[in-house]
């Protein structure tokens, strides 16, 4: 049973990623996160948003869109862009992997997004944009 939904499209500049972050934060928040699991989306949205930006546009703009699903306590997050896509995803999961050494990028981007949260699953299509899901379970905090 879907429990709430939100969609929020924005464009693809950096100064956007804080107002994405916080966003989505305060859409998990009707889950009573603790503010551990709150801080864990806010990094993974950030590090999606932002990869959206840098790889998926290469800063020359565009559309994010992020859709956001609560259901049986469980966040579904899903960050897209109509960008460059991705041309091999398995190598751009590895650890200090960077598609962009010249902006001096560390290469950690779908590293802290694993780390922060329970599942992540990357789909992209070259030249046609890229979509990351994010899922994470909130525990249920009894008094």
């Excluded at 899903?78 to 398995?90: K, L, Q, T």
Aim: some cysteine.
């Amino acid at each position: 049973m879907l429990e709430n939904k939100m969609e929020l499209k924005f464009l693809a500049k950096s100064e956007n990623e804080s107002f994405a972050r916080v966003t989505v934060a305060s859409f998990a928040s009707e889950l009573d996160p603790t503010l551990e699991e709150i801080d864990d989306v806010k990094m993974a949205v950030s590090e999606a948003v932002t990869n959206a930006i840098i790889h998926g546009y290469e800063n020359k703009g565009g559309v994010v869109t992020i859709c956001a699903v609560i259901e049986d306590r469980e966040l579904t997050i899903e960050v897209m862009d109509e960008g460059i896509g991705i041309e091999n995803i398995e190598k751009a999961m590895e650890p200090l992997y960077t598609s962009r050494p010249d902006l001096e990028r560390s290469g950690m981007g779908f590293t802290v997004m694993e780390s922060f949260m329970d599942n992540i699953k990357v789909e992209s299509e070259k030249g046609k944009g890229t979509k990351i899901i994010m899922k994470k379970k909130f525990a249920l905090i009894e008094d």
